[in-house]
Protein backbone atom coordinates (compact mmCIF):
# COMPACT_ATOMS: atom_id res chain seq x y z
CA UNK A 1 0.00 0.00 0.00
CA UNK A 2 1.18 3.48 -0.69
CA UNK A 3 2.11 5.80 2.13
CA UNK A 4 1.67 9.13 3.19
CA UNK A 5 2.87 11.47 0.36
CA UNK A 6 4.32 14.73 0.97
CA UNK A 7 5.53 17.68 -1.08
CA UNK A 8 8.02 19.06 -1.40
CA UNK A 9 10.63 17.57 0.86
CA UNK A 10 12.39 20.73 1.46
CA UNK A 11 11.72 24.27 1.31
CA UNK A 12 13.87 27.58 1.79
CA UNK A 13 12.05 30.90 2.04
CA UNK A 14 12.65 34.51 2.71
CA UNK A 15 10.56 35.80 5.87
CA UNK A 16 7.46 37.40 5.00
CA UNK A 17 7.27 35.22 2.09
CA UNK A 18 3.99 32.31 1.17
CA UNK A 19 4.92 28.78 1.13
CA UNK A 20 2.44 26.32 0.59
CA UNK A 21 2.98 22.31 1.32
CA UNK A 22 0.87 19.11 -0.38
CA UNK A 23 0.04 16.46 1.53
CA UNK A 24 -1.62 13.00 -0.21
CA UNK A 25 -2.65 10.64 2.45
CA UNK A 26 -3.14 6.49 2.14
CA UNK A 27 -6.34 5.83 -0.22
CA UNK A 28 -9.18 5.48 2.10
CA UNK A 29 -8.04 7.27 5.10
CA UNK A 30 -10.69 9.58 6.36
CA UNK A 31 -8.43 11.15 8.75
CA UNK A 32 -6.21 13.77 7.81
CA UNK A 33 -3.66 15.56 10.23
CA UNK A 34 -0.79 18.80 9.88
CA UNK A 35 1.44 18.82 12.76
CA UNK A 36 4.49 21.18 12.68
CA UNK A 37 7.34 19.93 14.59
CA UNK A 38 10.12 22.22 15.59
CA UNK A 39 13.82 20.94 16.01
CA UNK A 40 14.29 19.05 19.65
CA UNK A 41 10.54 19.34 20.08
CA UNK A 42 7.82 16.41 19.58
CA UNK A 43 4.89 16.81 16.63
CA UNK A 44 2.37 19.15 17.82
CA UNK A 45 -0.68 18.98 15.86
CA UNK A 46 -1.89 22.55 13.88
CA UNK A 47 -5.13 20.89 12.43
CA UNK A 48 -7.07 17.72 12.15
CA UNK A 49 -9.66 16.88 9.36
CA UNK A 50 -12.37 14.07 8.82
CA UNK A 51 -13.09 13.83 5.14
CA UNK A 52 -13.47 17.50 4.18
CA UNK A 53 -14.65 19.01 7.82
CA UNK A 54 -12.20 20.47 10.38
CA UNK A 55 -12.28 18.58 13.56
CA UNK A 56 -9.63 20.47 15.73
CA UNK A 57 -7.78 23.51 14.41
CA UNK A 58 -7.24 24.81 17.90
CA UNK A 59 -3.33 25.33 17.71
CA UNK A 60 -3.66 26.55 14.13
CA UNK A 61 -2.20 30.30 14.06
CA UNK A 62 -5.91 31.58 11.92
CA UNK A 63 -3.43 34.95 11.27
CA UNK A 64 -1.15 33.20 9.21
CA UNK A 65 -1.38 29.74 8.17
CA UNK A 66 -4.41 27.96 6.62
CA UNK A 67 -5.23 24.70 5.20
CA UNK A 68 -7.97 22.93 3.21
CA UNK A 69 -9.17 19.64 2.08
CA UNK A 70 -12.18 20.48 -0.72
CA UNK A 71 -12.63 16.94 -1.80
CA UNK A 72 -11.71 15.21 1.29
CA UNK A 73 -8.98 13.40 -0.30
CA UNK A 74 -5.24 15.62 -0.64
CA UNK A 75 -4.92 18.40 1.69
CA UNK A 76 -2.75 21.97 1.15
CA UNK A 77 -0.78 23.61 4.13
CA UNK A 78 -0.40 27.31 3.52
CA UNK A 79 1.35 30.20 5.65
CA UNK A 80 1.38 33.52 4.61
CA UNK A 81 3.48 35.49 5.52
CA UNK A 82 6.49 33.49 7.19
CA UNK A 83 8.03 34.06 10.13
CA UNK A 84 11.35 33.30 11.77
CA UNK A 85 9.67 31.10 14.05
CA UNK A 86 8.05 29.01 11.40
CA UNK A 87 10.77 27.41 10.54
CA UNK A 88 10.15 23.40 11.30
CA UNK A 89 8.86 19.93 9.99
CA UNK A 90 5.77 19.89 8.85
CA UNK A 91 4.05 16.72 9.48
CA UNK A 92 1.43 15.11 7.40
CA UNK A 93 -0.64 12.00 8.84
CA UNK A 94 -3.22 10.15 8.48
CA UNK A 95 -5.67 7.54 9.40
CA UNK A 96 -8.55 5.35 8.25
CA UNK A 97 -10.82 7.06 10.89
CA UNK A 98 -10.58 8.73 14.17
CA UNK A 99 -8.89 6.58 16.57
CA UNK A 100 -7.28 4.43 14.37
CA UNK A 101 -3.45 4.12 13.91
CA UNK A 102 -1.65 7.60 12.49
CA UNK A 103 0.59 6.63 9.27
CA UNK A 104 3.19 9.73 9.00
CA UNK A 105 4.75 10.92 5.58
CA UNK A 106 8.15 11.99 5.06
CA UNK A 107 7.47 15.61 6.10
CA UNK A 108 8.90 19.03 4.80
CA UNK A 109 11.41 20.63 6.28
CA UNK A 110 11.03 24.49 5.97
CA UNK A 111 13.66 26.80 6.56
CA UNK A 112 12.91 30.30 6.94
CA UNK A 113 16.17 33.26 6.33
CA UNK B 1 3.37 19.07 33.45
CA UNK B 2 3.97 17.11 30.54
CA UNK B 3 1.02 14.68 29.59
CA UNK B 4 3.67 12.32 27.80
CA UNK B 5 6.96 11.97 29.23
CA UNK B 6 10.36 9.50 28.23
CA UNK B 7 13.27 8.61 29.39
CA UNK B 8 16.20 8.62 29.28
CA UNK B 9 16.20 11.98 26.51
CA UNK B 10 19.68 10.81 25.30
CA UNK B 11 20.58 7.04 24.87
CA UNK B 12 23.89 5.94 23.43
CA UNK B 13 24.67 1.88 23.70
CA UNK B 14 26.81 -0.44 22.06
CA UNK B 15 25.81 -2.69 19.27
CA UNK B 16 24.18 -5.81 20.70
CA UNK B 17 23.24 -4.34 24.28
CA UNK B 18 19.76 -4.73 25.25
CA UNK B 19 18.47 -0.78 25.45
CA UNK B 20 14.50 0.01 27.43
CA UNK B 21 13.10 3.09 26.74
CA UNK B 22 10.45 4.28 28.89
CA UNK B 23 7.26 5.97 29.07
CA UNK B 24 5.08 7.75 31.77
CA UNK B 25 1.79 8.86 30.51
CA UNK B 26 -1.30 10.93 32.62
CA UNK B 27 -4.82 10.10 33.01
CA UNK B 28 -7.05 9.82 30.56
CA UNK B 29 -5.01 8.44 27.60
CA UNK B 30 -6.66 5.19 26.20
CA UNK B 31 -3.61 3.50 23.93
CA UNK B 32 -0.03 4.29 23.80
CA UNK B 33 1.81 5.01 20.05
CA UNK B 34 5.73 4.24 19.72
CA UNK B 35 7.17 5.63 16.58
CA UNK B 36 10.77 5.53 15.20
CA UNK B 37 12.09 9.10 13.43
CA UNK B 38 15.43 9.03 11.57
CA UNK B 39 17.31 12.04 11.24
CA UNK B 40 15.99 14.37 8.37
CA UNK B 41 13.32 11.79 7.92
CA UNK B 42 9.42 10.80 8.30
CA UNK B 43 7.57 9.42 11.07
CA UNK B 44 7.41 5.47 11.16
CA UNK B 45 4.64 3.78 13.47
CA UNK B 46 6.46 0.78 15.38
CA UNK B 47 3.55 -0.49 17.87
CA UNK B 48 0.03 0.90 18.88
CA UNK B 49 -1.22 -0.82 22.50
CA UNK B 50 -3.33 -0.38 25.05
CA UNK B 51 -3.06 -3.19 27.07
CA UNK B 52 -0.24 -6.50 27.14
CA UNK B 53 2.68 -6.75 24.98
CA UNK B 54 3.17 -6.73 21.26
CA UNK B 55 6.86 -7.74 19.58
CA UNK B 56 7.75 -7.50 16.09
CA UNK B 57 11.23 -8.48 15.34
CA UNK B 58 14.14 -7.34 17.92
CA UNK B 59 11.42 -4.82 18.96
CA UNK B 60 9.07 -5.32 21.91
CA UNK B 61 6.48 -2.88 23.42
CA UNK B 62 4.99 -3.34 26.31
CA UNK B 63 2.30 -1.37 28.89
CA UNK B 64 1.08 -1.11 32.19
CA UNK B 65 -2.03 0.38 32.24
CA UNK B 66 -2.36 0.53 36.18
CA UNK B 67 0.91 2.26 36.19
CA UNK B 68 0.07 3.84 33.33
CA UNK B 69 3.32 3.26 32.31
CA UNK B 70 4.99 2.10 28.79
CA UNK B 71 8.33 0.70 27.63
CA UNK B 72 9.87 -0.15 24.30
CA UNK B 73 12.85 -3.08 24.42
CA UNK B 74 15.08 -3.15 21.61
CA UNK B 75 17.22 -6.30 21.51
CA UNK B 76 20.89 -7.12 19.88
CA UNK B 77 20.49 -3.61 19.00
CA UNK B 78 22.53 -2.39 15.76
CA UNK B 79 23.95 1.06 14.37
CA UNK B 80 20.59 0.97 12.19
CA UNK B 81 18.63 1.18 15.29
CA UNK B 82 19.82 4.70 15.62
CA UNK B 83 17.26 7.01 15.47
CA UNK B 84 14.45 9.03 17.96
CA UNK B 85 11.85 7.32 19.33
CA UNK B 86 8.92 8.94 20.65
CA UNK B 87 5.90 7.84 22.79
CA UNK B 88 2.63 9.44 22.05
CA UNK B 89 -0.90 8.89 23.87
CA UNK B 90 -4.24 8.85 22.40
CA UNK B 91 -6.98 10.66 24.46
CA UNK B 92 -9.91 9.66 23.82
CA UNK B 93 -13.31 11.61 22.34
CA UNK B 94 -14.14 12.81 19.77
CA UNK B 95 -10.92 13.96 18.16
CA UNK B 96 -9.00 11.22 19.75
CA UNK B 97 -6.03 13.66 19.57
CA UNK B 98 -2.76 12.32 19.86
CA UNK B 99 -0.37 13.95 22.44
CA UNK B 100 3.93 13.23 21.58
CA UNK B 101 6.65 13.05 24.07
CA UNK B 102 9.80 14.96 23.28
CA UNK B 103 11.29 11.48 22.18
CA UNK B 104 14.86 9.55 23.16
CA UNK B 105 17.47 10.10 21.08
CA UNK B 106 19.65 6.71 20.42
CA UNK B 107 22.90 5.87 19.18
CA UNK B 108 24.20 2.61 18.81
CA UNK B 109 27.72 2.54 18.16
CA UNK B 110 29.58 -0.29 16.67
Known amino acids: EAGVAQSPRYKIIEKRQSVAFWCNPI?????LYWYQQILGQGPKLLIQ????????DSQLPKDRFSAERLKGVDSTLKIQPAKLEDSAVYLC???????????FGDGTRLSIL | KNEVEQSPQNLTAQEGEFITINCSYS?????LHWLQQHPGGGIVSLFM???GKKKHGRLIATINIQEKHSSLHITASHPRDSAVYIC????????????FGTGTLLAVQP
Open chain 1, 93 to 103: ASSFTLGQPQH
Open chain 1, 27 to 31: SGHAT
Open chain 1, 49 to 56: FQNNGVVD
Open chain 2, 27 to 31: VGISA
Open chain 2, 49 to 51: LSS
Open chain 2, 88 to 99: AGYYGGATNKLI
